[in-house]
Each structure stands twice: as C-alpha cells, then as structure tokens.
C-alpha cells in the first residue's frame, strides 16, 4: 500500500510560510545538553526541501511532558542550537509558539529563513487538542506539514486540530516511516523474526498480538520477559516486573500456543539469564540457566551442580539474557528475511568497566550482530524507537540498519496496524 496522503511534492511551497511540526522530543543529559539527536537528523531533509523551494520555514515541536506550564528545563533552545548547526541555516528562535512575539517573528520571516518556537506543550491547549490554540498556531503560516512522525499517535492540537485551520501535507519523514512500517507489516520477506524487548508488556499488548499473528517468530526479551516467565511459574527473585501485567502475560502465551498449533511458529521466551543482586558496573554477574540446565551441568561436571545453580535466588535480578538465548535468537535471525526489533533485551545503560559495552547489555548487542550479518545472513532490518534507538546510536550503528525509526509509540502503533490521529487528518492526494 502506498500513501495516500498529500506529500511535500503535492503542494506549491514557493514564497509561502510553512508551519512545520516536528519531533525534537529528544534526550537530554542531566546537564541539559541534548544527548541523542537522530530525530533532529531525520528532520532535515524535509527542511532542506522547504528552503530550497522558496519556502519561509517555522517550525514547532514538543519536548518532555511539561503538562502545561512553562519549564526551563524543558526548553526547546538547546534544539535550536544544535538545528542551525545541523541544517547550515541560521535558527531565530522565540520564546513561545504563540502570542505577540511568535507573530511578529514569523511575520517578518523570509524565504530561506528558520524560524524555531518553543515547547508547544508549555499550553494546556495543544494535548487537550484545542481548536482555538490551534487556530493561532496556524495564523502563523499559509500551509501546515506535518513531519513528526513520532508523536502522530497522538490528537493534539499541532497533529490534529491544527489540519482544520491550513491546507496540509506530510513531510518527507513522515511519508518515508509510513510506508516503510507498513510494507514491512503487509509485505514482508520471510521468514519474519521479531525480537520485542524493553520494560512493559501494557505497552506492546496490541503489537505482540500483531506480531503472532503475523511473524514466525516472536522472541522477547527485557524487563518483559520477567514477567512472561513470573507467568509461567518461574521464580524470578526481586527481578523488575510488572505484577498486573502476569494475566496480560497469560493471554498472550495462551494466544501463542493457538497461533502454534494453526501452523509452524515459534514463541520465544528466554531460557537463561545474567543475574546480579545489584544493577552497577561492578556488581558480580553469573549466569542462571533455567531452561536447559546444561551450564550448570558443564560448570559443575564432574559434580552434580549445586542446588540453586539453575535457580534465581531471592535477592537476584534478571538483567539480561544468558548466552543460551541470545545464541538460540541469533539462529533464527540466520533464517529471516526481515527482523522487526523493539526494546533492549536487558539492561544497556550500565557503563561497562574496561568495555564501552555494560556488563548487562551483551545480549541486546548480540542481537543486534546477528540482525547485522554478523553470523552470515543479514535479513532485512527495522528497528522501532524509543530506547532501542539510543543504545543503536551509541553503539555507532543506526547507519547500519535498513530502517530505524524515530518514533517510540508511533511506529509500535503503526505497526499493531492502527490508525494514526495526525496522519488520518491531513489531506488527501
Ligand atoms: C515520544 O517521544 O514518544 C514522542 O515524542 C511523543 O511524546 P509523548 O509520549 O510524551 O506523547
Ligand atoms: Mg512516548
């Protein structure tokens, strides 16, 4: 399927002020400084499209959850910085995205001139979706284009509201991330693998449902697994989970065993893990290996392996995937034409020692080998956002994937086949 909705190349832009929506929700560091900003990239060649055809160009964005009120700390004039760096234009930037101040700088924009506003979400008005907060907003411009794909999951006044004020089309990115997920989903290459990973099984119930009935392979990983295994019976010690989750957990291995028993699918969950009673650097690590037994019967031989060897203690938590699992994952992505993946498989944030690898974060990077062509095969490759994009760029390897979105929520969305708010409300061709 292709998209259906009007693109950049569907309207005259020339000598026209365009209001561009964009997703510079982008992390920052304790010190304020941005400290990923692949959603700025990503943005660009829409902007350079704009600006090398005529256009005088204003763009909005939300950054954190301000609720509302205005927050320093929340201000998008680090983004501005880093955006004039990036595109090679200057960046003027006001301190509201609407009001007297924003008028008057867009007012007197030119031609091949950026204009950034600040936090949208410093206004009630643009998550309650307020039409008359989007009425000024779109005062501001002649033609609204929507680009951020990574909040059109969401009605608000800048991704909904705002289409019913100016005549509208979606950006390059937004149009590229839609038809790029949507054919992954309609049109795979098989056999499809997807490895889910990350914190919550809440978030991804509708994706994981997808997945079953689409994939061949479903493989989980992260804080998820926990509570897949708690579901099973397995003790898990003080391993992070999510105890209202475990019957959500049920439904879907019982929804897995269906989709076996209709035809050849594999529904994975981890059969080993790296433990640790504390989540450091330095913590001391070992390998849990509840599934198959055979490390502790290796470890232990010619002994009989202790009795908590297969076992998490109480005091334990599970941070990763053991080498069993990241190996047994690794072997069906030998066989896949494409891999959807989303979510770490354990912890990635804990800086390693002497490795720029953490302690925790070898089994999501294994993955991450294997869906490279590491081990020989390399299937097609997307990558959904959030988290498993930052780990992805600090590793250096975004450049190394088919596709790695800049949407968390949005592309999982996307891909459980549902309807995005700020994609159905513009135009179409
Ligand atoms: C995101 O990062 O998920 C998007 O920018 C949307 O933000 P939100 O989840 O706060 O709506
Ligand atoms: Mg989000």
Known sequence: MS?????????????????????????????????????????????????????????CSHLGRPEGKTNPAESLFPVAKRLQKMLGVDVEFVPDCVGERAEKAAEKLQPGQVLLLENLRFHPEEEANDDQFAGQLASLADIFVQDGFGVVHRAHASTEAITKHLPSAAGLLLEHEVDTITNVVETPKRPLVAVIGGAKIADKIEVLQKLISIADVVAVGGAMANTFLQATGLRIGKSKTEAEDVPLAKEIIELAHAEKAKRSFVFYLPQDGVVASRVDSHAKTRIVDWGTH?????????????????????????????????AFIAGTIQLAGTVIWNGAMGVTETKGVQSPVGPTAHGTELIMEAMLGEFGNRP???????????????????????????????????????????VEALEGK
Do not use: W
């Open 294 to 326: 055979a490390i502790a019967d290796i470890e232990a031989y010619p002994r009989r392996p202790d009795r908590e060897a297969s076992k998490v203690a109480e005091d334990e938590m599970i941070l990763d995937i053991g080498p069993f699992s990241g």
């Open 3 to 59: 998209f259906t909705k009007k693109s950049l190349q569907d309207v005259e832009v020339k000598g026209k002020k365009v209001l561009v929506r964009a997703d510079y929700n982008v992390p920052l560091s304790d010190k304020g400084e941005i400290s990923d900003d692949y959603r700025i990239q990503q943005s660009l060649p829409t902007l350079h499209y704009l600006l090398q055809h005529g256009a005088a160009v204003i763009i």
């Open 380 to 422: 097609y490759s997307l990558v959904g956002g959030g988290d498993t994009v930052g780990f992805v760029e600090n590793c250096g390897m975004v450049k190394s994937f088919n596709h790695v979105s800049t949407g968390g929520g949005a592309s999982l969305e996307l891909l459980a086949g549902r309807k995005l708010p700020g």
